[in-house]
């Protein structure tokens, strides 16, 4: 298998970028319907990032590198696009919640708070503890932090599944 010199980076950023794009206008297009954060239809983004990682790496090994491609460079380029797309999804993340609209912060502690005070097994004290420590990870930077890790998790899954799919390696003669 003959690979033609193409930098990967290319393919990885601009999978990643319009995979970002989309989990952008997706999450703004939630945001504007005024859905619920926790809707089951949020899940739809997890579909963006599937149909990114396989695009990626099904474009990379037909076009690229003559229809053969690994298990470890077919994982790599949907890893890699990925976390290109979990970065700046992050990176709005932090924006939208640092300067566009705080309160949605504000809503989620109201919510975690609701949901703590309706379970009768809490005592008011380990109530205000975990009140106390939710609002250590509430800020903008902590939950695009932990959605940027959350997301690489899941990217690292997505490609590991979908590259024992899109594989093509020559048969051994």
Known sequence: MEEKN????KTWLNYG????VILIVLDLVFYVLDLPRESYIRFVAYLVFIGGII???KSYRDIHSDGMISLGKSFSIGFMTGLFAAFFVA???FIFLKYFDPSVITEAMEMAEDR???????SDEQID???AMTKRFMN????????????IVIVAVISLIASIFIKKEDAPL
């Not at 903008?140 to 997301?151: E, H, Q, R, V």
């Open 6 to 9: 193409v930098p990967i980076l």
């Open 17 to 20: 970028l319009i995979a970002a």
């Open 55 to 57: 695009w990626a790496a």
């Open 91 to 93: 990176l709005y993340t």
């Open 116 to 122: 703590m005070l309706d379970n009768p097994s809490l």
């Open 129 to 131: 503890q975990a009140l």
């Open 140 to 151: 903008p930077l902590m939950m695009a932090l932990m959605g940027f890790i959350w997301n």
